[in-house]
């Protein structure tokens, strides 16, 4: 609650420059090697301020009381907030019976746990805050995406527990703002021409990635925009892979999850 609060003060002298330092640039250093050179490809007036970042990181590294960018406070707060969420959403439903005093509902067996779903709730609160402000969306939208944070707050059974109406609202928020037609970095509102070349370009780049590596693919590789991005195509045509093909081509060539991810070797979410 405190979090939250911090983050809905932003017009405040006195707490705008401190938080606003937990979502700047230097967040970036969370992002997956593959995703960060991704994102400052596309963004050069960017890149250059992370050139800058990096001199600075190179000389400072140099003193004797230098820290890791990922041992500082500033930079780790968010993504060790989302480390601890999703490691806590992994456990939010349990077998019957549940500690006394800790079990909220109970589902054919199955109990959601009080204290891990109200805190599941209150993060994904947070979430939709960060994500609802353009000073803390700019950085904060690129990370959750690199983690794949809503694919993964959708597999997890919680999502699917008919008590658990409110995370479920909670979610499809979520969703509504990372989908949300904004540009993350000026700000200005996205047309619906720009939503839509924008989206057909990433499914031009995963056909062109099929039609290259990819020969039992090429029929989909071939096909027109309409057909490859329907939900049901792509899914029957990539769940006829075997995993690690499946794992090479969503770790290693689109980049859409880390490497060392503990979710990398399962294929439902690499699907997703």
Not at 56 to 76: F, G, H
Not at 156 to 165: E, F, G, K
Not at 255 to 268: F, G, K, M, Q
């Amino acid at each position: 609650t405190f979090t939250v609060n911090l983050f809905q003060s932003l017009e405040e002298e006195l707490v705008r420059g401190p938080v606003l330092r937990l979502v700047s640039l230097p967040l970036w250093q969370a992002l997956s090697r593959g995703r960060l050179q991704l994102e400052l490809h596309a963004l050069p007036a960017l890149a250059k301020h992370w050139k800058n970042l990096l001199r600075k990181e190179n000389k400072a590294s140099k003193l004797p009381d230098y820290q890791l960018p990922m041992q500082r406070p500033e930079i780790a707060f968010i993504p060790n907030l989302i480390t601890e969420f999703l490691e806590v959403l992994g456990n939010t439903v349990e077998a019957a019976p549940a500690p006394e005093g800790d079990a909220m509902a109970v589902d054919g067996g199955v109990v959601l746990v009080k204290g891990r779903t109200s805190y599941c709730e209150r993060f994904l609160a947070l979430l939709v805050d960060l994500l609802s402000q353009l000073p803390t969306r700019r950085f904060v939208r690129t990370l959750l995406d690199d983690r794949a944070v809503l694919v993964r707050v959708k597999l997890v059974p919680l999502y699917r527990h008919p008590d658990a109406a409110l995370y479920r609202q909670l979610v499809d928020l979520m969703q509504f703002y990372m989908s949300f037609p904004i540009n993350d970095h000026t700000g200005s509102p996205l047309n619906e021409d720009e939503v839509t070349a924008e989206h057909y370009e990433k499914v031009c780049q995963l056909q062109r990635l099929l039609y290259k590596h990819w020969p039992p693919l090429k029929e989909l590789a071939l096909s027109n925009c309409g057909s490859i991005e329907k939900r049901e195509v792509l899914k029957r045509a990539l769940g006829a892979l075997p995993a690690a093909e499946l794992r090479h081509m969503v770790v290693g060539q689109l980049r859409l999850v880390a490497e060392d991810d503990e979710w990398s070797n399962v294929p439902a979410f690499l699907m997703e």
